[in-house]
């Protein structure tokens, strides 16, 4: 109110002082003969003195009114309250005492420039009742008295004139008063609730905009200026790069210490991340333990990497809170953009080079390329494939006969599965039954799988059995076992003609539910193949632990047998290993004469490859076994 009182007066003091010099140079001009120095020298030149040093104050408050205090302000305030009545006293008394010297019209111009300062005084000083009141009495108390003590007939009846209406200002001016104190407080109250919907529109912008737990932008923001610079012509910059983060061995220390700790962490990553990324770009958290960085600005892949790099260095320390201590690790995927393209697409991309990083090995750095983007692009038909197919039965199976080495006879074949994309064609297994494992479609794969080996190898002699690769999924799957033998009693199969091939990089996954799962298994008499071994952790104490019937020597092996020792000594040390355990051994991968005859010699029982045959259709595989039948019977 004080400040919006003063800003008023900025406007109105000046033209009032202006007002009062033109009157006295006015009454100066009509009184300079008659009236004495001291009055029409002397007494104006103060009161010109007076009223210019103040205008020229007045000017600059108004233009420097931002910068002043309460204090200062309210210190003018009072002084107008003094400086007001006290000049127009002055004023009034000399006005009073020039009547003395002029004629008749004369004294009435004095009587009117009274008048006028009078009024102008309490017009202008309105914001300020008191001053302006008093300005009012301090021009009408001498001039009603002045007036009646003249004497003169038509000056004195002007007194109860001049109070009359000095009365009427008066009460004007309060009533002026009244109505500026309504507008500026209602302006004020107007002011304040702005500020406050200001205050919410912010608190809400802050609140949409940011992670709640560590204080980053957030993922909206964060698609929001990329898709801004997607629609950007000018204006957007020339080059950025764009890193998506995500951190390795956070979901264990959840896990084992609960989400307090884990958020912990998460805001000890973020502070730690938003350090090192400085001024240099933004920081945002995608959600859950996934973060982004982006930083205008062209970068060569060393410069990218060296900033990658730096954000590697974050993780170098442990992460503590109470008495826990963790390390974590990142993986980083990186894409650039430079000047064409849709800069929208960059966050796929780092998605796409940052999947490419977590698949390869973790905490590692890839950059995003075409040849990344097809392999995405690959990947997702064969997800969306996969999602339709199951439903549609798309899915075959192929059968590779494993033999005797002993007696060339086939004791069983291995079912593998086929699957030929409407689109991409023949999907080989080793890439579709992965990505069904991660999108969780095995178990519904499976059970399309084995109800078709299971039936197949139902027609096949009793003599023979049917070898099956378990996934991962399966063997940690709770009642898995009892899921295969109940599609295995559906099909009519004996569980003694069932081997169940399993690697141990799946037992690994969870030991003790796949134990569960092979011992169901065991117990019904089904075998257990452990698969690929050699490639996976090769403990002999699982070997023990996990009753295992039976090993296949990898591929990789047996590749190098005939021209590497020391793969033939390993081949070699593994059947002798097995056969003291009481397990049989075959050979996976057989290609030539020369590799057949090695294993068969080193004692393994089994072998399977292309020498013997490639993994054929069922009604290929039916006719295999009767031609062989035939010989054995010929012969
Ligand atoms: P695996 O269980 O080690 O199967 C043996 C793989 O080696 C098969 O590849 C087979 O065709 C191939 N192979 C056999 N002999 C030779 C040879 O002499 N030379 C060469 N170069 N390759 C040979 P395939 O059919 O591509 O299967 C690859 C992998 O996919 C399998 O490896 C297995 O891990 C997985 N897989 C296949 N079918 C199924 C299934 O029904 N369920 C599960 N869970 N996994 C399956
Ligand atoms: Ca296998
Ligand atoms: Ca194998």
Redo the contacts with the bound molecule.
């Keep these: 109110m004080v400040r919006e009182q003063f800003k008023a007066l900025t406007r109105l003091v000046p033209v009032l002082y202006c007002v009062v010099i033109i009157v006295t140079l006015i009454l100066v001009g009509t009184f300079h003969r008659a009236a004495p120095l001291i009055l029409v020298v002397i007494c104006p030149l103060a009161v010109l003195f007076v009223v210019a040093t103040r205008l020229v104050y007045w000017i600059r408050a108004r233009s420097r009114l931002d910068e002043m205090s309460q204090a200062e302000i309210e210190q003018q305030m009072k002084l107008v309250g003094i400086i007001g009545p006290a000049l127009s006293l002055a004023f009034t008394i000399m006005g009073l005492v020039l009547l003395q010297y002029g004629n008749q019209s004369e004294q009435v111009l004095a009587i009117i420039s009274i008048w006028i300062i009078a009024a102008a005084s309490g017009l202008c000083l309105y914001v300020l009742p008191w001053a302006s009141i008093m300005v009012v009495i301090a021009a009408a108390i001498p001039t009603v008295l002045g007036l009646m003590l003249t004497g003169h007939g038509i000056i004195s009846h002007l007194a109860p004139v001049f109070a009359v209406i000095s009365g009427l200002i008066v009460f004007l001016l309060l009533e002026m008063h009244k109505t500026f104190a309504r507008i500026v407080s209602s302006r004020l109250d107007l002011d304040i609730s702005r500020t406050e919907a200001e205050a919410a529109r912010e608190a809400a912008t802050l609140l949409a905009n940011t992670d709640p737990l560590t204080g980053l932008a957030n993922r909206r923001v964060f698609d929001a200026r990329i898709a801004r610079y997607g629609k950007l012509h000018d204006g957007r910059p020339e080059a950025f790069l764009l890193m998506m983060l995500d951190l390795d061995g956070f979901k264990p220390i959840n896990d084992a210490h609960g989400h307090q700790i884990g958020d912990a962490m998460l805001r000890q990553v973020a502070n730690r991340l938003a350090a090192s990324v400085g001024e240099r770009g933004i920081v945002a958290r995608m959600g859950g333990d996934e973060f982004a960085v982006l930083a205008d600005g062209k970068f060569s892949n060393t410069e990218a990497l060296a900033l990658a790099g730096q954000l590697r260095k974050v993780f170098e320390a442990p992460f503590a809170h109470d008495s826990i201590s963790a390390m974590l690790d990142v993986s980083i995927g990186i894409a650039a953009y430079e000047g064409h393209g849709d800069p929208s697409r960059l966050i796929e991309h780092a998605d796409t080079a940052l999947y490419h990083a977590k698949t390869s090995s973790r905490g590692t750095t890839a950059f995003f390329t075409g040849d990344l983007e097809r392999k995405a692009m690959y990947r997702a038909e064969v997800e969306q494939g996969l999602r339709e197919g199951i439903g549609k039965h798309a899915f075959d199976m192929h059968y ?1 006969p494993i033999v005797d080495t002993g007696s060339g006879k086939i004791t069983g074949f ?4 086929r699957w030929t994309h409407p689109t991409l064609g023949v999907v ?3 890439v579709f ?1 992965p990505i069904a494992e991660q999108l969780g479609l095995m178990e519904q794969l ?1 059970e399309v ?1 084995l109800r078709k080996a299971a039936a197949e190898a139902a027609r096949w002699p009793q003599d023979l059995h049917l070898s ?4 991962a999924d399966q063997l940690i799957r709770p009642s898995a076992g009892l899921r295969i033998l109940g599609i295995l009693a559906e099909a009519g199969l004996s569980p003694r003609r069932f081997e169940a ?1 399993v690697t141990e990089t799946a037992i690994m996954r969870d030991i003790d539910k796949a134990r569960e799962t092979l011992d169901n298994l065991r117990a019904a008499g089904v075998l257990i193949a452990l ?2 071994f050699g490639t996976g952790y090769s403990s002999f104490g699982h070997l023990r632990d996990l009753s295992i019937d039976k090993l296949k020597i990898d ?1 990789t092996f047996i590749d190098d047998i005939c021209g590497d020792i020391r793969a033939a000594n390993i081949v070699s040390g593994i059947v002798m290993m097995s056969n003291s355990i009481n397990m049989t051994c075959t050979a ?4 030539n004469a020369e590799q057949l005859e090695l294993v068969t010699s080193m004692g393994c029982e089994g072998a ?4 013997i045959a ?2 054929m259709s069922a009604e290929a595989a039916l006719q295999m076994i009767s031609a062989s039948r035939a010989v054995t019977k010929a012969a």
Excluded: H, V, W
């Design positions: 590779q291995e079912a593998l599965a080989p297994p080793g039954i499976t799988l099956f690769n378990l996934s091939e698969d690929d591929k996976e991968g057989i290609e399977q490859g292309y020498l490639r993994p």
